[in-house]
């Protein structure tokens, strides 16, 4: 009975974290998508806090902006359909593991005054988005062991026109 109870606590935890992920990528990727500039300009404040600036040109900053939005809002889509399981929970786990200790930086030195993970959305302190990174960090981990828990919302028939309609809608 207990390894039944454990079994449906995972499976829930499980389900959970694939939401909430899902939908902060979604937005994220959205919010992102719906001002590039803004994240352009973001992102060259990265560029400068690590004195980079003479090497990245401002259109490769637009570039990663533009790439950024969809990549987030892509992999939101496919975690929330439940689309792509293999490669959307590392693809997260992955890009999680590069933001929180980059994060982590900003929090101690504080070289951007925010992170612009959602834009102007919503603002979040240096520290606070540290948490959040870990809080999603951890949630990735989470959704990458027991990825077999995530169940399609669509048939595997219509995935691909579920992949297809995401990126087109967010380019």
């Known amino acids: 009975m207990e390894n039944g109870n454990q079994h449906r606590i995972i499976g829930v935890c499980a389900i959970v974290c694939r939401f909430v992920l899902a939908v902060v990528f979604i937005f994220s990727g959205f919010v992102k998508a719906v001002d590039p500039l803004g994240t352009q300009y973001k992102i060259q404040d990265y560029i400068n806090a690590f004195g980079w600036t003479g090497i990245f040109p401002d259109s490769l900053a637009l570039l990663v902006s533009l790439l950024l939005g969809i990549l987030e809002f892509c992999l939101g889509v496919y975690l929330f359909f439940g689309i792509r399981?293999?490669?959307?929970?590392?693809?997260?786990?992955?890009?999680m593991s590069v933001m929180t200790p980059l994060t982590f930086?900003?929090?101690?030195?504080?070289?951007?005054?925010?992170?612009?993970?959602?834009?102007?959305a919503i603002i979040l302190s240096n520290w606070e988005t540290f948490w959040k990174n870990v809080i999603l960090l951890v949630m990735s981990i989470v959704v990458l062991k027991w990825?077999?828990?995530?169940?399609?919302?669509?048939?595997?028939?219509?995935?691909?026109?579920?992949?297809?309609?995401?990126?087109?809608?967010?380019?």
Do not use: K, M, S
């Open 85 to 95: 399981r293999i490669i959307a929970p590392r693809a997260i786990v992955l890009l």
């Open 105 to 120: 930086w900003l929090a101690l030195e504080n070289p951007v005054a925010d992170c612009g993970c959602f834009g102007d």
């Open 147 to 171: 990825r077999e828990r995530i169940f399609p919302l669509v048939t595997v028939r219509f995935d691909w026109l579920i992949a297809l309609y995401g990126f087109l809608y967010i380019f």
